[in-house]
């Protein structure tokens, strides 16, 4: 996001890198922030940046890895359940409510319920052919953007 939108370097600030800048000429302002922290943690990387940049809960935008959706699908919702996922119980702890922006980018599931081999799964190499990857990224990328600029015309 930060190529696309020719964000400033990132600096370190908050248990994470943070860049912020406008997403063009004109564009609404954005802070892009990447934490620093175990998954299980980054709340204690974001809590407190949303804190010190004054966002609204409802502008906040989490990218994350989502094993309910197979590989390649992009949804993407306000608030709902945390379905397990450790990173976002700690964002929700660190923002103190769950009703942020998700951008859910399918990861697909494991074969099976053992947390060994989900635990594998999410945090492994992807088994999916290099372009299919990156189109992967690229696709949750323009989905982000997109909703970046639907939630900064509603506001």
Partial sequence: MAERWGLPKPKQKFNGVISEGRTGPGGPRVALLQPRTYMNESGDSAGPARGSLKVPLDRVV????????????????????????????????????AEFWRVRVGVGRPDSTDPEIVSRHVLGRFSEPKAEVEGLVADAAEETERLVERIASEA
């Fill in 62 to 97: 989490v990218v994350h890895d989502e094993i309910d959706l197979p590989f390649g699908e992009i949804q993407t919702r306000i608030g709902g359940g945390l379905a397990g996922h450790n990173g976002l119980k700690s964002l929700k702890r660190g923002f103190g409510d």
